[in-house]
């Protein structure tokens, strides 16, 4: 167990370092869950239909297709600019 310790140093985190980390991580899942909201609510206003109609009721697999296509740009975007 010692020999695993000492082998790799880097994945020890100390706690003072770690409040950080998971503060910034909040902050970011948060602003992520708010822009994919907007997102979200700009299709469903700009669609001149019922996307919950169209999905559900009429089973547009397409229209699903669609709007998680619009939700994985969203969030490569975001991982992008967390990124640097």
Same mark, same amino acid.
């Given at each position: 167990?010692? *020999?695993?310790?000492? &082998?790799?140093?880097?994945?020890?985190?100390?706690?003072?370092?770690?409040?950080? $980390?998971?503060?910034?991580? $909040?902050? %970011?899942?948060?602003? /992520?869950?708010?822009? %994919?909201? @907007?997102? %979200?609510?700009? $299709?469903?206003? #700009?669609?001149? %239909? !019922?996307?919950?109609?169209? @999905?559900? *009721? *009429?089973?547009?697999? !397409?229209?699903? $297709? #669609?709007?998680?296509?619009?939700? @994985? /740009?969203?969030?490569? @975007?975001?991982? &992008?600019? #967390?990124? /640097?």
């Amino acid at each position: 167990m010692t *020999d695993l310790l000492t &082998a790799m140093p880097a994945m020890i985190i100390k706690l003072e370092e770690l409040l950080p $980390v998971v503060t910034t991580t $909040v902050v %970011f899942v948060a602003i /992520g869950l708010i822009v %994919f909201t @907007i997102a %979200f609510l700009l $299709v469903v206003l #700009i669609a001149p %239909f !019922s996307v919950k109609k169209e @999905i559900e *009721d *009429d089973q547009n697999i !397409s229209l699903a $297709v #669609i709007i998680g296509s619009i939700i @994985i /740009g969203i969030a490569m @975007i975001i991982s &992008a600019a #967390i990124h /640097g």
